[in-house]
Structure formats: structure tokens, C-alpha cells
């Protein structure tokens, strides 16, 4: 298995435009995790699915964020508009028993 | 409320020292795991160690040594004759199940600087 995959490694884009980060889960993993990393606020968790399910997006800072998993193997994370206080590596975590991390989404808001 | 704490924010030691990080949870489910993770410099989230709650026995790996105490709600990992490689951001974590679906929650972290 290729683990937990995310893409893009890397995006910059400019104040306003909306950004959409992207997740592939491990197989067979029911759960699924968006979490946010900044200096100032370590990792958050934003949002966490259970069979395709949101369960709980209480950590989802605002409005202007949105995520989807339309099925099993695919999850998405929209930022629209994107601020520069987004600005920060977004990690999706795919768990059974055992979280597993892909490498990382760093966001950067200009 | 928090539901994991690592009070040590940042730690530093000098090469062989034997250093321990400390992580407190709270959870009201009797079924939960805990966990520990990497993040070295380069970025990536490491799984080291899962613990879960029926299981109270200590366990060592290597240089590593984890402390399950379900009594204070511990869960203390301690690295042996640390060595510069070791120099991380340490992050403990707490897995409920709840109704079935899985809630993964993280400390704030602990950064170990090992200096040679």
C-alpha cells in the first residue's frame, strides 16, 4: 500500500482564490482526519469522517471551509476564499486502529 | 477542555542524557488508544508507539520506553542516551471510539532539542 496520499505537496496562491487540497485514505481505513498546523496553534483537528460520514467539524474554522468525501478512497479540503491566515501545512490522517499521515499539504496565502 | 496534555513545551538536553516527555489525557470512554508521533525537522508525522487502554504494560524499544498508567491518566515516553538524531517535535495523542467512529486528538507537542 502506498500509505496516505495527499497532493499538492506544495501550493501558493493568492489571497481570495479558492484552493482545494486532496486526500487518498489506506484502503480499508473507515476513518478520516483533515488536521491543521501552525507554530502558534500546533495541529488542529478539523474535521473527521467515518465511513464517508462527517462526524464532527466543530474544528473547522470557518465558513469559508469545506470538505468532502464522496467515497471511500477520495477526500477533499476547500478553502474559498483563501486568506493568508490559512497559511499552514495540512496534514489527512486515514485510521484504522492506527492513524496513518500522508505527507503534508504547505499552504501558502499571499 | 483539553483532552491531551503535554505540559513541556520545549525540552533540551546534551548527547546520552536520558529524557522524559511527559503526556497527560483525558477521555470517558472505558476502549481508547494512545499514541506517540514523530515529526523530525523534515516535516512527516512518524508513528512510533500505540498503546491501548487494557493494556497497562510498559514497553521498551531500542532507546525507547513508554509508561501507561491509567491511574494518573499518564502516558510518559522516556528515550535512553538520547542522540542528536533524536531532535524532534514529540506530539502524544488520544484515539476514542465513539459510537463506532474513531476521534483522533492531538497535544500541543513537545520540541526535544539533543545538542552534541
Known amino acids: 500500500d502506498a500509505g496516505v496520499i495527499q497532493s499538492p505537496r506544495h501550493e501558493v496562491t493568492e489571497m481570495g482564490q479558492e484552493v482545494t487540497l486532496r486526500c487518498k485514505p489506506i484502503?480499508?481505513?473507515?476513518?478520516l482526519f483533515w488536521y491543521r498546523q501552525t507554530m502558534m496553534r500546533g495541529l488542529e483537528l478539523l474535521i473527521y469522517?467515518?465511513?464517508?460520514?462527517?462526524?464532527?467539524d466543530s474544528g473547522m474554522p470557518e465558513d469559508r471551509f469545506s470538505a468532502k468525501m464522496p467515497n471511500a478512497s477520495f477526500s477533499t479540503l476547500k478553502i474559498q476564499p483563501s486568506e493568508p491566515r490559512d497559511s499552514a501545512v495540512y496534514f489527512c490522517a486515514s485510521s484504522f486502529r492506527r492513524a496513518f499521515f500522508g505527507q503534508g499539504t504547505r499552504l501558502t496565502v499571499v | 477542555a483539553q483532552k491531551v496534555t503535554q505540559a513541556q513545551t520545549e525540552i533540551s538536553v546534551v548527547e546520552k542524557e536520558d529524557v522524559t516527555l511527559d503526556c497527560v489525557y483525558e477521555t470517558r470512554d472505558t476502549t481508547y488508544y494512545l499514541f506517540w508521533y514523530k515529526q523530525p525537522p523534515s516535516g512527516e508525522l512518524v508513528f512510533l508507539i500505540r498503546?491501548?487502554?487494557?493494556?497497562?504494560q510498559n514497553e521498551i524499544s531500542g532507546r525507547y520506553s513508554w509508561n501507561f498508567q491509567k491511574s494518573t491518566s499518564s502516558f510518559n515516553f522516556t528515550i535512553t542516551a538520547s542522540q542528536v538524531v533524536d531532535s524532534a517535535v514529540y506530539f502524544c495523542a488520544l484515539l476514542e471510539t465513539q459510537g463506532g467512529s474513531e476521534k483522533l486528538v492531538f497535544g500541543k507537542g513537545t520540541k526535544l532539542t539533543v545538542n552534541p
Open positions: 469522517f467515518n465511513n464517508n460520514v462527517p462526524i464532527d
Open positions: 484502503s480499508g481505513h473507515n476513518s
Open positions: 498503546r491501548n487502554s487494557f493494556d497497562e
